[in-house]
T-cell receptor, first 111, second 112 residues
Framework: GIQVEQSPPDLILQEGANSTLRCNFS?????LQWFHQNPWGQLINLFY???GTKQNGRLSATTVATERYSLLYISSSQTTDSGVYFC?????????????FGPGTRLSVLP | KAGVTQTPRYLIKTRGQQVTLSCSPI?????VSWYQQTPGQGLQFLFE???????NKGNFPGRFSGRQFSNSRSEMNVSTLELGDSALYLC???????????FGPGTRLTVT
């Protein structure tokens, strides 16, 4: 099956710093989403981005489907950005939805 | 529009018991997927239902089962609980294949 890798596994930043999180996947995908998991376990949708570039406030994401990677940019980080960021991909075959998640990047933003 | 809801939020069970978790999708969403999250294995796909039919199943033993009702609400059942079933169980809903998925808050199951 498809493999999803995320880097770095852990990231510690000072408040106000910028960061780039990377997601590599091993096969073509029909769906790619970025999530932020809060301390209570809820997965919060950041981007639905199977290709192209999107921006939402201090966050932006780019997926280069032909090269099988996606990047999540966080600018001017805040302590509330702390948590685990997951990339999830779906190949979207006719057998139904099936997300494959990466292992996540644990981000800690220090005040 | 209300989000995905899951009940109960927390559950403590004993080895050998069975448990049923419930998920109500976003109104209009017909696809419901279930995932298990553990510290060791990460987030793993359990199964997906669309219009009351299981379309896809992950690599889990037969003790894990599910169903979907005509109103798209879904339940998953775990029989003969094992300590290793302790996990956060997440439910997601979407309009269908390749559409954006939205997750509920999860049910945290502890098996003692």
């Amino acid at each position: 099956g498809i493999q999803v890798e995320q880097s770095p596994p852990d990231l510690i930043l000072q408040e106000g710093a910028n960061s780039t999180l990377r997601c590599n996947f091993s096969d073509s995908v029909n769906n790619l989403q970025w999530f932020h998991q809060n301390p209570w376990g809820q997965l919060i949708n950041l981007f639905y981005i199977p290709s192209g570039t999107k921006q939402n406030g201090r966050l932006s994401a780019t997926t280069v489907a032909t090269e099988r990677y996606s990047l999540l940019y966080i600018s001017s980080s805040q302590t509330t950005d702390s948590g685990v960021y997951f990339c999830a991909v779906e190949q979207g075959d006719n057998y139904g939805q099936n997300f494959v998640f990466g292992p996540g990047t644990r981000l800690s933003v220090l005040p | 529009k209300a989000g995905v809801t899951q009940t109960p939020r927390y559950l403590i069970k004993t080895r050998g018991q069975q448990v049923t978790l419930s998920c109500s999708p976003i109104s209009g969403h017909r696809s419901v997927s279930w995932y298990q999250q553990t510290p060791g294995q990460g987030l793993q796909f359990l199964f997906e239902y669309f219009s009351e039919t299981q379309r896809n199943k992950g690599n889990f033993p037969g003790r894990f089962s599910g169903r979907q009702f005509s109103n798209s609400r879904s339940e998953m059942n775990v029989s003969t609980l094992e300590l290793g079933d302790s996990a956060l169980y997440l439910c997601a809903s979407s309009l269908g294949i390749s559409w954006e998925q939205y997750f509920g808050p999860g049910t945290r199951l502890t098996v003692t």
